[in-house]
């Protein structure tokens, strides 16, 4: 979702920077994309505490990982998406290792508010709003192979044992979900002034 | 393979749901600079990235200070570059005079000195973090409970008790709620909920459609919490109700309903 051209504070130029050592760089890199991580991540681990901590160590790795993106295989912001989701996936596991129960902690409402220090809560909450609005309009088995596969970390052939569908048809409606979802977010894309 | 299957292959690596042998195809077509196959991920993980947007929320400042101390003390394992650096330095003079020696017992102690000094930091280091951490789980606690207690305390506050339904008659919950603060539940009794499932609260004004007031799960004893956000809604909130419904949540009920209580 990035405009054409490079400009230095790009995110693209910004990892360029950052796997330079460039402190400024990765703050900035930080401020632009940890609420994106955070959201993500308390979604699936639904504990603040230690979505956190994952939060930090993605961020880590982004540190010290930087000059391994590759700019062919999607945008930086996907690139923090996919890193902030596998990390939260592994800790879910680990947690659901330890204790077969999970509980979820008292504060649940996380993903609702919008918090002090949010850059621009006006802006995350009309793109959350667009988003919910996009996956409100994806027929619902399309939505459930996207959530279960996003927010829960199942790979298709879990999904499809988890719905007793055919494989086939798992991998079709993901598809299928993710081309409409991108149309409807094209579409619902406010005009830029 | 045709583009169908290519684009399905995109859009189950961008959403991490590749089974092993498919990501292994797929990563081999990434790597062969299939142009088909790079044009599908990135639009698909566009659409991805967009349904991370949905959940944005802005991490604690603790997080960011601890990662820039971090950077600062450790960075970037320059502790090993220097340790490398020095390793590979050799005297131009290759004779083995007492000074070299000298020379080299010296650089090797030096060595040994900045590698025992790095080794020390790193783990000084990941103390810091790991304090930094506990200080912004503690007042994030602390914040909580000291929110509790307010609620509490405002005579604003109502307790509305929800009784449990068909599914499981035993079951009961409290909520206590603020108009303007929000409020907590405290259920008991609810069965855990299924694999992929969990509990959400609907806060009704009226006539009017329930809104979301959060999800929680239960442990095996049957208890659950949920911090419940201030909602808006259009009118007085005067019933709460808890459904079952898939983990993430729905916007509107669609599971049966096992709690339901009014002011």
Do not use: C
């Amino acid at each position: 979702m990035q405009t054409a051209g490079t400009p230095p504070d790009a995110p693209v130029a910004l990892l360029a920077r950052i796997a330079q050592g460039d402190r400024e760089a990765f703050s900035r890199f930080y401020d632009a994309f940890a609420g994106l991580a955070l959201g993500l991540i308390t979604r699936i681990l639904r504990d603040p505490a230690a979505s956190e901590e994952v939060l930090q160590e993605v961020f880590w790795q982004i540190w010290q990982e930087a000059a391994r993106y590759d700019p062919q295989r999607g945008s930086p912001e996907a690139w923090v998406v996919m890193r902030s989701k596998t990390r939260a996936i592994d800790r879910l596991r680990a947690i659901r290792r330890r204790e077969r129960t999970f509980v979820a902690p008292a504060d649940e409402s996380v993903t609702r508010s919008n918090e002090a220090g949010g850059e621009n809560p006006g802006v995350a909450a009309e793109t959350r709003a667009l988003v919910r609005s996009a996956l409100d309009g994806l027929p619902e088995p399309q939505r459930r192979v996207v959530e279960l596969a996003f927010f829960e970390g199942l790979t298709q052939s879990e999904i499809a044992s988890r719905l007793g569908e055919p494989l086939g048809t798992v991998k079709t409606r993901a598809r299928l979900g993710l081309e409409r979802l991108r149309s409807l977010l094209k579409r619902e894309e406010p005009a830029e002034p | 393979m045709n583009r169908d299957e290519i684009a399905e292959l995109a859009a189950g690596y961008a959403l991490g749901a590749l089974d092993a042998d498919d990501r292994a195809r797929f990563e081999a077509l990434l790597a062969a600079g299939d142009a088909l196959a790079r044009a599908a991920l990135r639009d698909f993980e566009g659409a991805v990235a967009g349904l991370a947007a949905e959940t944005i929320k802005a991490p604690s400042p603790a997080v960011k200070a601890a990662l820039m101390a971090r950077i600062d003390a450790q960075g970037r394992g320059d502790g090993e570059a220097v340790v490398r650096a020095l390793s590979s330095v050799k005297p131009k003079d290759a004779r083995r005079s007492t000074w070299t020696y000298v020379l080299s017992g010296a650089m090797a102690a030096g060595i040994a000195a900045i590698a025992v000094g790095w080794i020390v930091s790193t783990a000084y280091d990941r103390r810091v973090t790991q304090l930094a951490q506990e200080t912004a789980a503690l007042k994030q606690e602390l914040e909580r409970q000291q929110s509790l207690v307010a609620l509490l305390r405002d005579p604003a506050t109502q307790v509305v008790a929800l009784a449990g339904l068909e599914p499981a008659p035993g079951a009961r919950a409290r909520v206590l709620w603020h108009v303007t603060a929000g409020g907590l539940l405290v259920a008991q009794g609810l069965p855990p909920a299924p694999e992929g499932k969990a509990y959400e609260l609907w806060a009704i004004a009226g006539k009017n459609a329930p809104v979301p007031a959060g999800i929680f799960t239960v442990d095996a004893k049957g208890v659950g919490s949920l911090r419940v956000a201030p909602i808006r809604v259009d009118g007085t909130v005067d019933t709460f109700a808890v459904t079952l419904e898939p983990a993430a949540g729905v916007p509107a009920p669609t599971g049966t309903m096992y709690l339901a209580g009014k002011l």
